[in-house]
């Protein structure tokens, strides 16, 4: 929760709002100060048989998670889910789809999961500023390496099952 407003800097006080509750406001600003919080998506990145899903390794950490990245000021979803895909893998997508979405409280970022059709599964572009490494895994391999307890995981597990669902 916000203590101080981003405007002036004074410290925020609660004031009932018809049809929202208590919520932030600045006495001096004399305005409601409503949370503030980044957006990122993460994404099933499918080979383009999609039967494949690319796992990657970043930030020197010995666990596969899903492809992510932050929403760009001015910039919708669906772009940044290609956008974030072409600078880290080096790889186009299509079949932009929307999964589900969750808050995740370490990063104070709503998490927007997509999942997204590969052009190849060339890897030969793959940025190494990014990502320390990433392969391609079965459906069932990519259940079992994904990092356990982690919000790739979770998303990674209702997309295989929405999948299995469907096929």
């Avoid at 006080?13 to 600003?29: A, H, I, R, T």
């Avoid at 890897?123 to 459906?139: A, G, K, P, Y």
């Amino acid at each position: 929760m916000m203590n101080y407003c981003m405007e002036c800097g004074t410290r925020l006080q609660k004031k009932f709002l018809k049809n929202e509750g208590m919520v932030p406001y600045c006495d001096c600003c004399e305005a409601f100060r409503f949370p503030v919080f980044s957006t990122a998506v993460s994404m099933e990145v499918l080979n383009p048989a999609q039967d494949k899903i690319l796992l990657i390794k970043q930030y020197g950490k010995d666990r596969y998670v899903l492809v992510a990245g932050y929403v760009n000021q001015g910039e919708n979803a669906e772009t940044t889910v290609a956008r974030e895909v072409q600078e880290e893998i080096g790889l186009s997508v299509s079949q932009i789809r929307f999964q589900r979405s969750e808050y995740f409280d370490p990063s104070n970022t709503l998490m927007l999961n997509f999942s997204c059709v590969a052009q190849s599964e060339d890897l030969s572009q793959v940025s190494e500023d990014e990502i320390d490494s990433c392969r391609w895994f079965s459906l069932a391999e990519a259940k079992e390496a994904i990092a356990k307890g982690s919000l790739a995981g979770k998303f990674l597990a209702a997309f295989l099952e929405e999948k299995e669902i469907n096929d």
